[in-house]
């Protein structure tokens, strides 16, 4: 969250910042959170004033003393209380205030006012700036089939690899079998990608799936993302605890770092995990309900860093590299976009790059990856510091990205590379794990 000292020496910024993002104003009260704070501040004043007295009765032990710092005591409970209570509001309120937006990220409503950064084809490379201009004029210049092409729901059917009437009777909608050369196909992905991080120095983690709620409110997922995330009833769930299944594994990976403080040389911590994810997809209900692009439990390589300040530039821009080294070795065209204020994900972003890949059989983009750069927000929530060898102390910075949601790519790979006699080539980079060039139609 941002710090209150800041939001009240830049209120006007705060203020526009926040209605730039389309944050309900009712809840993001910057007014009325400052107001609260006067309040709360003049209390502890009173609060340690009291305090002070009481001390110095206490030390004295006449009857009269003793008497009086049981009134002081008893008008102490009472402020404090008051304390609590105003303390309680503010962090209601300051919770739905959002990070502070980069200078450069795009003012806008929706995804419509997103600005194209790059698009890359695989036989010609990058289009030059002075062909980039709106979604529709780029699509203009992606490749097409030269037959007409099926979607990855036919290709999955025909080709025996995918699976969703079954999943349907097991699970209802949004869910799905994959098997065969999918889940090869899967894997392949992954080592591609997994090999390249540690050759990268990210720490590879194997993270708790079932957090507690102040680890997703730490990464800003609530209360904004409240309504995307499943929660467990309580009674099944050692100590009474309330659990929440998480929709990515960004939050049990930054809440690593929560409540520690890092050396200097600890940082920048680079951090990767593979996890399946679960999100409810409210809001989405009736769109995408077919096939492996939007589902309730999907498969995520993610990666994440914990960082200095002023490294937290350099890791973004490291990160969307690595998002495009992917995507070039698959040889998938893509574009990628800055996200504009009103489509800038959760509350927590500073600035958000996707990386959208380009669906030839339907014409369109679809977002792989998304890559953030949260500044301190994230950390001051989970407590996350460092302290310098020179002695500065501060909240680290946080940056993640999605490094590849697996039914997407493997959703692009088989439309993309779709043959017209039904069978699908396999990108050259995956063939030393998938054993083979091409997925044909084949029985069970």
Not at 105 to 133: A, F, H, M, R, S
Not at 249 to 263: D, H, I, N, T, V
Not at 364 to 378: G, L, S, V
């Amino acid at each position: 969250m941002l710090d209150i000292k800041y939001i009240r020496e830049n209120k006007e910024k705060v203020v526009k910042n926040t209605a730039n993002r389309g944050v309900d104003s009712n809840k993001a009260d910057v007014e009325k959170l400052l107001s609260i704070y006067d309040n709360y501040h003049n209390l502890l004043v009173e609060i340690e004033n009291l305090r002070s007295e009481r001390n110095k009765y206490s030390k004295e032990n006449k009857e009269e003393n003793r008497e009086k710092g049981k009134e002081l005591k008893i008008e102490l409970k009472g402020k404090e209380d008051e304390l609590n209570r105003l303390e309680g509001e503010m962090n209601q309120i300051l919770a739905w205030i959002p990070n502070i937006l980069s200078d450069d990220t795009p003012i806008g409503k929706n995804e419509d006012d997103n600005v194209d950064v790059k698009v890359w084809l695989p036989d010609k490379g990058y289009l030059e700036q002075t062909q980039l201009g709106k979604g529709f004029e780029v699509a203009d210049k992606m490749p097409r089939l030269s037959f007409k092409g099926k979607d990855h729901v036919e290709l999955g059917k025909t080709l025996n690899i995918i699976d969703i009437e079954q999943s349907a009777l097991v699970s209802g909608s949004r869910f799905c079998y994959l098997k065969k050369d999918a889940v090869l196909l899967q894997y392949a992905i992954f080592d591609l990608l997994f090999s390249e991080l540690i050759k990268k120095n990210f720490t590879p983690m194997i993270v708790p799936l079932l957090v507690k709620e102040k680890v997703l409110f730490g990464t800003s997922h609530f209360p904004e993302g409240y309504s995307q995330v499943y929660k467990l009833e309580k009674e099944n769930v050692e100590d009474n605890n309330q659990l929440y299944l998480v929709g990515s594994s960004e939050p049990p990976l930054f809440a690593y770092g929560m409540e520690k403080r890092f050396k200097e040389s600890e940082l920048p911590f680079k951090m990767c995990a593979f996890t399946s994810c679960f999100r409810s997809e409210v809001g989405s209900w009736g769109k995408d309900v077919k096939g492996i692009k939007r589902v309730h439990q999907f498969d995520k390589l993610e990666m994440d860093v914990i960082c200095l300040p002023e490294q937290t530039d350099k890791i973004f821009e490291e990160l969307i590299s690595i998002n495009e080294w992917l995507m070039q070795s698959l040889k998938l065209p893509y574009r990628v976009i800055q996200k504009c204020s009103g489509d800038a994900g959760y509350n927590a972003s500073h600035k958000q790059y996707d990386v959208e890949v380009w669906r030839m059989p339907v014409e369109e983009f679809m977002e792989t990856m998304t890559d953030t750069n949260t500044t301190d927000y994230q950390a001051r929530r989970l407590n996350i510091r460092y302290q310098k060898n020179n002695g500065d102390k501060g909240f680290c910075y946080t940056v993640n990205d999605t490094g590849v949601a697996m039914g997407r790519i493997i959703l692009a790979i088989l439309e993309n590379y779709q043959q017209e006699d039904g069978s699908v080539i396999i990108p050259e980079v995956l063939r030393k794990w998938m054993g083979k060039d091409r997925i044909v139609v084949s029985g069970e």
